[in-house]
């Protein structure tokens, strides 16, 4: 009888014991303003994550990781893409959650989730109402900015991504998501009319434009850096005329199976920045005979360039289960100014404005 | 967190020594490998001194109809990893990850040749009677993927019996329905079992979502159905031969993680497996030829992620096995192996063969003076493209005393790398080097007897398991993701269970505990990523516990099934963890006969504590649940 007494009362006291075992962590982290900063997204692990927030001060060298979730008590979800900050609000694109999360750039309290997207890539604000979402469904998304609710779609090509507004009109180019496309699609965002679709190079991916307004498109080229495939072809540097609407420049890149990657340009408007060969390359665009020049050589995940400083900002995912590195360079010369720690698969960047 | 969480096992220990001291011990989680009749004589003439939980046949009656994966996180102290309902469920032991582990039906490893696991959330418990977790490193005897250990499923063959059958109807409050039919049928020279199981899950449960609000969780349903059939006929006093086939096909919608809004994926699979067996037994030796077919089918698709894909794969394989016997003392044996894949995925740029092969050699002795067993099994596998290292193994299980038995045992474990690691476009590198590692591991069981009303058993084990040339995808330069043979892992752990029979006061019943503590660390890498030295491998829990109480009085009885599952790493650098989880189930019914039919009506709760919890990291798993379960046995 003792003995059986015994045992259920271990029973009972282990169950007892260690149903008390799970207590939330408390959160004494305390919200901060969050002006003046630079704000990184991490994409967060692919399958089971959540992206973050990294916000960096660079006057006083502050970082904090995850502000979103530190802020909203909730993660930001799946596949963090970009971040755009517009009339004092950033719009964060979650890809894999169908969402862009608008927050207050200052408190980054969040203000309303734009919802029923399917894969959205790029936030692009046209005035103080209206903004384009790039989908890879295949369209761009209107969305009313006073209501913050999609009123309706574009057709784009397939894979629509990086989008760039000059002119009159919205460039958008189609990577072609899991396949290829080699188109750009102009859209004049006065009416949302597709106007004429341009036929670039394979896999368009960034755009930037220049001091005349012309769009510099970025083409990766089909395939994979490293990894040369029979059908590959070679990245592109293409310029568009934004009379003409058709091209009027085409660098093609020596290798076919080297794929360049990103696209900004300084703020000069005379040099464009890109990733190309396990390196950091310019390419000066005022000169006829250019061709890319190697200023830092080192693998980077994602490349982008603030006008305040003259600094890149490239960032390093190391090991893309653990938290990675964002880098500063000197646009002039590549060199490190210095390292900023970052959240998982460090992707984008938003400057103050 | 962490500091908490290991007070509270300490102090959890203190009490469970007392009552120990107090009472009396049960262990039978210590025993050979033989339990396993059906995965041939190799393994049970060459198993002496490893680690193998067999699950109890109680435990296994009143969990009918769930799945292996539930079964497994309930009555046994390893990890299971499991992304929530509708999605996989993968085996981790002793600190290694899902690949590390095999899992065996009759011989037949399961693992699928692309992705290097098997899924355990499809199998279910209704078409098995014996069930076994192999603890620890045995390639040398099993071969490729039993780095951390390895699951037995096997159907006991009866002659002689006249025909039995058992009926299975079960639903539960989340919209999980299940039917199953058994059927067991033989004379002298010819044994029958047969059964199908389907499955219908709706998922239906609600969870709190991240803005405070209940959410039911949407696109979750799966179906699914298997059936198994076996025969052996006695072909004279020393053949036999045997057959078995297995069909299985899942239909499943995979729901949004708790950060997706949405999801329209969706997964079909279908798997068929045959085998055929020969074996001759005489006095001084024996022969086995076996043969077998699988042919394995997946239809992935996302109208959204612009993704439909179709993966075939077909895999044939023979095995031949000759054993020697002298004295009754030594067993020598030898064998080979071979196998042929055939994979069509669209990822491989076109059909890709993997041809494998093995020969193995071993050795067993019994001292007839002590009662100490010893075995030496050497191993070296074949495969194109890449050289496999032999593998040596040596166990011994020495009977200390009536009451205490010792086992060591050492041994070179490997592990093939997948066909998705090889051929995959863009990254798959043909010339990647198997897994490698040194396993070390050594126990002891005490057995106590009270009497003829308590019965108890409590063994130890620890182990050291070293892991080189471990595969991860990490990106390239130009993020070109690529595997790579990078990661150095050590895992090394104290496992601890105990059982207690007891038979008082009109009573039979038993407590079972199991405690498993897993350090499993990152060791030196050569890729990007030195942060992550020393720490603690993602979704290896450091603690895991496990408690089941059965009592059963006449018709009725009842059972409690308690789990502990310690924080989680989800971030290679520990910066993130997901926290500790308690599990509580209740079963309870009765046996009612009627004529030669036996009726069992079952009521559960499971998470009676309603815990919010996740086992993977946004992956929201059902709170409370109610059960109905009749088996009627005829």
Known sequence: MKTLKNVLLFL???????????????????????????????EGPFQTGTGTITYFNPDSNLVKQDIFEMVNGRPLGNIAQSMTIYNGKGYIVVNNAGTVEVVDIATFKSEATIKNLVNPVQFLAINATKAYVSDWIGHVAIVDLVSNVISKTIPAGTGPDAMLKSGSYVYVANTGGFSVDSTVTV?????????????????????????????WVLCKGRGYTGWPQAGDTPGRLIRIDPNTLSVDFNYKFAANDIH????????QKSMVYFLYNYGVYRFNITLANASPELIRSRSFYSLDYENKTDYLYVSDPKNYVGSGIVLRLKAADGSVVDSIPAGIIPRGFAFPE | MLER??????????????????????YDTIQSIAGVEITADKTTSFSAGLKVQKIDTTALFIRQGASIAMLLSEQSPVFLRSYGPGGVSTLSVRGTNSSQSAVFWNGLNLTQPNM?????????????????????????LLGSGVIGGSLNLSSAMKFSKPVKTSILVSGSSIGKMTGGIKLNAGNSRLAYTGSAVGDWNQNNFKFTDYHGNRKRLEHAESKSISTIHQAEYILNRKQRLSAGIWFQATDRKIPPTMTMAASDQQQWDQAVRSSL?????????????????????????????????????KTLQAEFEYKRYFNKQITLGAGSSTRLIRADVPYYGGLEYQKEGSVWFALAYLHPGTGIKSVLNLRQDISEGFNIPFCPSFNIEVPVSARITGTFGVSKNFRIPTMNDRYWIPGGKPDLLPESSWNLQAGGAYTYHSGANIQSKIGIDIYSLLINNMIQWVPGDAVLWSPQNVQKVWSRGVEISSKTDFQMYGFNGYFRFGYNYTPSTYGETTSNGSDVQNKQLIYIPLHKVV????????????MFSYSLTGKRYVQSDNQKSLPSYSLLDFYAGGTFKLNKSSFRLQAEIRNMMNKSYQSVLYYPEPGISFSINLLISI
């Not at chain 1, 260690?18 to 939330?24: D, G, L, N, P």
């Not at chain 1, 360049?260 to 703020?267: A, R």
């Not at chain 2, 408690?547 to 009842?558: D, I, L, N, S, V």
Request: with cysteine; hydrophobic share 40%.
């Open chain 1, 12 to 42: 009972t006291l282990s169950v007892i014991f260690i149903s008390t075992s799970c207590t939330k962590e408390e959160d004494t982290s305390k919200h901060g303003a969050f002006s003046n900063g630079v704000f990184i997204v991490n």
């Open chain 1, 187 to 215: 859209i004049d965002f006065a009416t949302d009319k597709v106007i004429k679709t341009i036929k670039v190079g394979d896999v368009p991916s960034a755009m930037v434009a220049d001091g005349n307004g012309r769009i």
């Open chain 1, 260 to 267: 360049p990657e990103k696209l900004v340009i300084n703020k």
């Open chain 2, 5 to 26: 969480m290991e007070r509270r096992v300490v102090v959890f220990f203190v009490f469970f020594f007392l009552v120990l001291k107090i009472s009396a011990q049960q």
């Open chain 2, 116 to 140: 290097g696991m098997t899924d355990l959330s499809r199998i279910s418990t209704f078409e098995f009677s014996d069930i076994s977790l192999q603890s620890g490193g045995a390639s040398a």
């Open chain 2, 277 to 313: 067996q020969w074996t001759y037994t005489g006095v001084k030796q024996s022969f086995l030829v076996r043969s077998a077919f699988v042919d394995e089918k997946e239809h992935y698709q996302s109208e959204n992620k612009l993704i439909d894909e179709f993966y075939h794969l």
């Open chain 2, 547 to 558: 408690e089941t109480f059965y009592a059963e009085r006449g018709k009725y009885y009842t």
